[in-house]
């Protein structure tokens, strides 16, 4: 079974300061890993993701995710946080060779970037 | 670039009525799902279709009916409603259900049960 943890609902992060958004996963195998970023009364968007390779992830809008297999996480970073960047954010895995199984979602992370 | 468009983007509906919600994506994709999204948990896998012709049970599928009716369009039906199913409905699609390509997500509609 594939599964994924975003132990924290909440971030509050002050504008200029770096921010982390953590997440934790379990699949069998190997996994394919995703972030998305959610506005508003929009649906969501893809930020980044992780398939093999360099463990650090550069996606949009600066962020980007380390993968570590041996914690099996999959964190995402900003070195310098903007209020604009407040929104839900939301990891997802799916495992690789799984055929057509869908991505599992974690609960979200709501984060607040205070100026 | 239209992407991924879901009709209607709100509706009222009260218990026991039906409705269906559509949505359609103009990029090819062979893979489309739907999400109920409610606060605190998360994005709920309803049903999907992996493909043109298929379609399978997600997480929560009771006290719902969908239609591949095309490569691009993908239905959802409400055949009597509940308060229970008030939500946020996500429909989203990718290129194949078993690549590493991410999803794309339409904006949503927004339904209350009264």
């Known amino acids: 079974a594939q599964s994924v943890a975003q132990p924290e609902d909440q971030v509050n992060v002050a504008e200029g300061n770096p921010l982390t958004v953590k997440c934790t996963y379990s699949?069998?195998?190997?996994?394919?890993l995703f972030w998305y970023v959610q506005y508003p009364n929009r649906g969501l968007q893809f930020l980044l993701k992780?398939?093999?390779?360099?463990?650090l992830v550069k996606g949009s809008y600066g962020f980007e995710a380390e993968f570590n297999k041996s914690q099996t996480s999959f964190h995402l970073k900003k070195p310098s946080a903007l209020v604009s960047d407040s929104a839900l954010y939301f990891c997802?895995?799916?495992?690789?060779?799984?055929?057509?199984?869908?991505?599992?979602f974690g609960k979200g992370t709501r984060l607040s970037v205070i100026a | 670039n239209a992407g991924v468009t879901q009709t209607p983007k709100f509706q009222v509906l009260k218990t026991g009525q039906s409705m269906t919600l559509q949505c359609a994506q103009d990029?090819?994709?062979?893979?489309m799902y739907w999400y109920r999204q409610d606060p605190g948990m998360g994005l709920r896998l309803i049903y999907y279709?992996?493909?043109?012709?298929?379609?399978d049970k997600g997480e929560v599928p009771n006290g719902y009916n969908v239609s591949r009716l095309n490569k691009r369009e993908f239905s959802l039906r409400l055949e009597s409603a509940a308060p229970s199913q008030t939500s946020v409905y996500f429909c989203?699609?990718?290129?194949?259900?078993?690549?590493?390509?991410?999803?794309?997500f339409g904006d949503g509609t927004r339904l209350s049960i009264l």
């Open positions: 990029m090819n994709h062979n893979s």
């Open positions: 992780y398939i093999t390779g360099d463990n």
């Open positions: 997802a895995v799916r495992a690789r060779y799984s055929g057509n199984t869908p991505l599992v």
């Open positions: 989203a699609s990718t290129v194949t259900g078993d690549s590493n390509q991410p999803q794309h």
């Open positions: 279709s992996a493909s043109e012709g298929t379609t």
């Open positions: 699949v069998s195998g190997n996994p394919y």
